[in-house]
């Protein structure tokens, strides 16, 4: 059977889903069997890293909001000395890494130092946590268009598009969306919202710590602070948020350990 890797160092960048690692593509799963390095980020669940061999090197990125383990310019240079040594590299990003990953940054460098690479894409937080809520992002009853936006608000000022944001038969995905919630649900509203649209937060999508929060625009800030939740977690606004009552499958019980 061909060899997967090149025998000059490369850099695979692999989307790792929002979780259970039975998400993961099956070029995922073997090119992190095979890997020399893996550099990951804060997302990557423990299942996911079950997959990497004893052998190979692993390194943590780290990213978690205020608390950069390594400054994004030392990551990308570290990828650039690992596959110059010739290494097989899999740097493993929650999701997908080409939505609010930071994957295109990562490429741009290695591109400009000669250094190959290939991408692999993973489902993305709001594709996996919105199935795994039983939220459909669309549906023809409620909503015909899709919005993805960071909610990692600037300083805690608001620099969103707030319009665009507002429109009706649109679900909006928020990422990152937890800590600029209240802000985010004033501005709406302020912006023409009706304060009754259905909102879903989710904590720990497709993970056996899986928590759903539903409310409206104008409830939903109370609600989250008295659920106590913490990162990750994403927000779905809009009608299809109505569907979570009747379409929830998902129990943490349900959560499948990788072996
Ligand atoms: C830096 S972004 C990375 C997104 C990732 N590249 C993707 O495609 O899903 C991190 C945000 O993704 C969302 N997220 C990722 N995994 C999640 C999960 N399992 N449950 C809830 N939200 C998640 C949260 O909004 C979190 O703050």
């Given at each position: 059977m061909k060899p997967p890797f090149p025998r000059t160092g490369c850099v695979y960048l692999v989307g790792a889903g929002p979780g259970d690692a039975e998400l993961m593509t099956l070029r995922a799963v073997r090119l992190l069997r095979q890997a020399d390095v893996v550099v990951y980020d804060n997302l990557v669940s423990k299942d996911v890293l079950d997959f990497v061999p004893p052998e190979a090197e692993r390194i943590y990125?780290?990213?978690?909001?205020?608390?950069?383990?390594?400054?994004?310019?030392?990551?990308?240079?570290?990828?650039?000395?690992?596959?110059?040594?010739?290494?097989?590299?899999?740097?493993?990003k929650g999701g997908d890494p080409f939505i609010f990953g930071r994957g295109g940054e990562e490429l741009q460098t290695l591109a400009a130092h000669g250094v190959a690479f290939e991408v692999v894409p993973g489902v993305t937080a709001a594709s996996g946590v919105s199935s795994y809520a039983g939220i459909p992002l669309t549906h023809r009853d409620y909503a015909q268009s899709?919005?993805?936006?960071?909610?990692?608000?600037?300083?805690?000022?608001?620099?969103?598009?707030?319009?665009?944001?507002?429109?009706?038969?649109?679900?909006?995905?928020?990422?990152?969306?937890?800590?600029?919630?209240?802000?985010?649900?004033?501005?709406?509203?302020?912006?023409?919202?009706?304060?009754?649209?259905?909102?879903?937060?989710?904590?720990?999508?497709?993970?056996?710590?899986?928590?759903?929060?539903?409310?409206?625009?104008?409830?939903?800030?109370?609600?989250?602070?008295?659920?106590?939740?913490?990162?990750?977690?994403?927000?779905?606004?809009?009608?299809?948020?109505?569907?979570?009552?009747?379409?929830?499958?998902?129990?943490?019980?349900?959560?499948?350990?990788?072996?």
């Open positions: 990125a780290g990213k978690r909001r205020n608390e950069h383990t390594l400054r994004q310019e030392q990551i990308n240079a570290l990828l650039v000395k690992l596959a110059q040594e010739g290494k097989q590299v899999v740097r493993l899709c919005l993805f936006v960071t909610g990692h608000l600037k300083d805690g000022t608001a620099d969103l598009d707030w319009p665009s944001l507002v429109r009706l038969h649109q679900t909006v995905v928020i990422y990152m969306g937890l800590g600029g919630l209240p802000e985010i649900c004033h501005q709406m509203m302020a912006h023409g919202a009706d304060p009754a649209l259905p909102i879903a937060v989710v904590q720990d999508g497709s993970l056996s710590t899986q928590r759903v929060v539903t409310g409206t625009l104008a409830t939903m800030p109370e609600r989250v602070k008295q659920a106590g939740l913490k990162s990750p977690c994403l927000t779905i606004i809009g009608e299809v948020v109505k569907l979570h009552d009747s379409l929830a499958w998902f129990t943490p019980a349900m959560a499948v350990t990788a072996t």
